[in-house]
């Protein structure tokens, strides 16, 4: 877990930036329990686990890579392929059956989706009071890990 621990070390301190970053033991979690538990670990207050979609590692590395270099208010809807790669290295540091969520399905980050429709249009359920925000949950059986960003317009 290298990776995935030296990103959070860098990214824990920046809670007054708007980002949020936890990773930590969750072994002791239940299955069931484990996106809403690792969001209050980071200081969250998830109302349910209905209100994440389960995503695929690629759209989750693409989720992070778009969050670190884009306004959520005032950016584009776009990710730089460099930093998405290397976000999904890290990711694979949770191994093959890690799970992904979000507060969006992010569809239009996949490679099959056409680039917009009513389908596939960005809607999400705020884990937070701010006006945008979104991240990436993950897990495996042992490690959690969030990152998160809210952003006021």
Known sequence: ???????????QNAREDGFGCWVGDISDVRESERVTTIARR???APESRDDFFEISRRTAARVLAYVQKESLAYGQRRYRE????D????????????????????????????????????????????????????CNEETGFIFWIEEED
């Not at 877990?1 to 990214?11: H, N, P, R, V, Y």
């Not at 569809?107 to 884990?127: H, K, R, Y």
């Open 87 to 138: 976000m999904s290295a890290m990711l694979g540091e949770l191994g093959p059956a890690a799970r992904f969520w979000s507060n969006s399905r992010h569809s239009d980050f996949e490679p099959a989706s056409p680039v917009f429709t009513p389908d596939n249009a960005w809607m999400w359920i705020g884990l937070t009071e701010a006006t945008f925000d979104t991240g990436v949950i993950a």
């Open 42 to 44: 980071a200081g969250y």
């Open 82 to 85: 460099g930093l998405a790669r």
């Open 1 to 11: 877990m290298e990776k995935l621990t030296a990103f959070a070390k860098q990214w």
